[in-house]
């Protein structure tokens, strides 16, 4: 998903003629200097294109704007590389997808992993730089903050419930996709810090194992709408390898 057009730097106040502002100010007993003019002219077009192109540097390497190798650096400015991203189920089977049934799919065996990664591309890595630059700042996140958090990134609206010191299990929507989920959930060990997620949960924390997945319109005992008993489905909580 996009980042907000909140983050755009709007570089329109900068962007002039130079050309009709140069000639515009010559003095008046030049105005009728048709030669001159077509010279000052000549001249300013040039600088107008040098103007241009550093206007349009400036703004091609904002997060918003940036692409490509422009975007690489800003992610390695804070610390955020280019890495495989996207989770693609699509080679693997599962018991009810059409396309994917036994005997015409791979099937998943113990430490292999668990879906073929995809290269990360510039609209979903924008978000990515983005969520790194907010954990980059952030000590302390509160409820409210991680929940609109892991919405910008995720597209998904998620809850914890707390199951012990320090550990939480996570309340998604029945369709959340697994690149969405391993975000919230996988966490990474490197030679600078252990168990480190890509959202900013408080040091140490650490999840259940059960992630509970929760149906549209899900049942609740005391409501006698399409969520009464009897007719509509029930959150379900299920194992979940959480990747490290």
């Not at 704007?65 to 495989?84: H, K, M, T, Y």
């Not at 149906?215 to 609740?220: L, R, S, V």
Request: with cysteine.
């Amino acid at each position: 998903m996009p980042i907000p057009s909140s983050y755009k730097v709007d570089f329109d106040p900068y962007r002039k003629d130079l050309i009709e502002q140069a000639l515009g100010r010559m003095l008046s007993q030049h105005y009728d200097k048709c030669i001159l003019r077509q010279f000052v002219a000549a001249i300013m077009a040039e600088v107008q294109d040098l103007y241009d192109a550093l206007i349009d540097l400036q703004e091609r390497r904002t997060l918003y704007a940036a692409q490509g190798s422009n975007l690489d650096a800003l992610g390695r400015i804070v610390g955020e590389g280019r890495a495989p991203y996207q989770y693609d189920e699509s080679r693997y089977m599962f018991a009810d997808r059409a396309g994917q049934k036994p005997d015409s799919s791979f099937v998943w065996c113990d430490g292999a992993p668990f879906s073929a990664f995809i290269p990360v591309e510039d609209e979903q890595y924008r978000v990515n730089i983005l969520t790194r630059i907010v954990k980059n700042h952030t000590l302390v996140a509160s409820i409210p903050e991680m929940q609109h958090l892991t919405d910008l990134l995720t597209g998904n609206l998620v809850s914890y419930e707390k199951t012990g010191p320090m550990e939480v299990t996570a309340i998604v929507p029945a369709t959340i996709g697994t690149t969405a989920l391993n975000v919230l959930t996988m966490h990474t060990t490197t030679q600078r810090v252990d168990d480190a997620f890509m959202l900013p949960y408080p040091a140490t924390l650490s999840f259940s194992g059960i992630v509970v997945y929760v149906p549209d319109k899900f049942f609740c005992a005391d409501r006698a709408n399409e969520q009464r008993c009897d007719h509509a489905p029930c959150a379900v909580g299920v194992p979940s390898q959480i990747g490290g």
